[in-house]
């Protein structure tokens, strides 16, 4: 099986039930994604700055720290001039890409995004939205304002776990606005959450082909991580191993994406990142938030790097990835189809 999808990058559903159980493949399956990074992405690690901007958030997810009804959280909004300085850092450490990360809020409204849209371009950024839900009118006013890619996440195509999950969302909506942006021509990336309560192997192998058929072109998988602020603190949390072998997967179906190394990974596992990049993962995302922003922003306990510096992130973490024996990227790292 991981030979055929190594050839022919397509797998059944059962077939991908049948490799996420395990059953001893789990080495033959890394060293196939591995393989197949190698040959479609080449060896290059793109690195994208990540600036967490805001945590005001209007939803109520119940795996998130960051949800409206935890009263623990200490609430920032950084003002257009605060995040276009991050962004000019980052672009002085390095950076071609920066991803803009908030809650859900409409704390910046669409006037406020265009403008601040406008001062990263002017930097000469490659620009990921992780905004969230939004109207295809807004999509479209960030999109003729210069945002190149957007990141947002299924979390789970199980249509009622995903509600149970988030209340008051509705998982069609979340569909139509992965449509609107791929029709609006952004690079689209999305993903999943791994161990959460109740999902099954089976949901993960839709997951999966889900990504295939909206041909996403970058996946973001990431291990359930309890917050003990949350409903959900007391489960269990996700499987690092399965998070990988989901990773994996990903890169054997869609070989020529971008597959980020989660930090959520490094959580669960000191090495979690540089595991990924051996197992299909092409990007790393260190965090260019500085202030108090950067430790304000949690999803999740643990956070790695939260009192560090950008610069010293960036630093670190390229050692890291020249330690493996791989280049760091110098363009802007889109997906570029084979
Ligand atoms: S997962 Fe996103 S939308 Fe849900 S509460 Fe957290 S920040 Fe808000």
Not at 20 to 33: E, R, T
């Amino acid at each position: 099986m991981v030979e055929k999808a190594r050839l022919s990058h397509r797998l059944t559903h059962g077939e991908l039930v049948t490799l996420l159980a395990g059953g001893g493949a789990d080495g033959a399956l890394f060293a196939a994604a591995d393989r197949v990074r190698r040959e479609q992405v080449g060896e290059e690690v793109h690195l994208r700055g990540l600036i967490e901007f805001s945590n005001l958030c209007r939803q109520d997810c119940l795996y998130c720290g960051l949800r409206r009804s935890n009263p623990g959280v200490r609430r920032f909004q950084l003002a257009i001039g605060e995040i276009l300085e991050m962004a000019r850092e980052a672009a002085e450490s390095g950076y071609r890409t920066v991803v803009l990360q908030s809650g859900e809020s409409a704390a910046y409204p669409t006037g406020a995004m265009v403008e601040l849209l406008h001062g990263l371009k002017a930097l000469g950024l490659t620009v990921a939205l992780s905004v969230g839900e939004k109207t295809r009118r807004e999509y479209e006013a960030y999109r003729r304002a210069g945002a190149d890619r957007y990141l947002l996440r299924i979390e789970t195509t199980d249509a009622r776990l995903y509600e149970r999950m988030s209340p008051g969302m509705s998982w069609a909506n979340r569909v139509r606005c992965l449509m609107d942006l791929r029709r609006l021509g952004y690079e689209v990336g999305t993903g999943c959450l791994v161990g959460l309560p109740g999902q099954s192997l089976a949901s993960l192998a839709d997951d999966l082909l889900f990504f295939q058929a909206l041909d996403a072109d970058m996946v973001g998988i990431g291990p359930f991580i309890p917050n003990p602020e949350t409903p959900l603190g007391a489960a269990a949390p996700g499987s690092l191993a399965l998070s990988m072998k989901m990773m994996a997967l990903a890169r054997l179906l869609l070989p020529d994406i971008n597959i980020p190394a989660t930090t959520a990974m490094e959580v669960l596992h000191p090495q979690g990142r540089l595991l990924a990049l051996m197992r299909g993962a092409n990007v790393a995302m260190p965090n260019a938030t500085s202030g108090p922003a950067r430790s304000l922003y949690a999803l999740y306990p643990g956070k790695v790097c939260a009192q560090e510096t950008p610069r010293h992130c960036r630093s670190c973490f390229g050692e890291k990835i020249q330690s493996l024996g791989r280049p760091i990227g110098t363009g802007n790292g889109a997906r570029i189809r084979s």
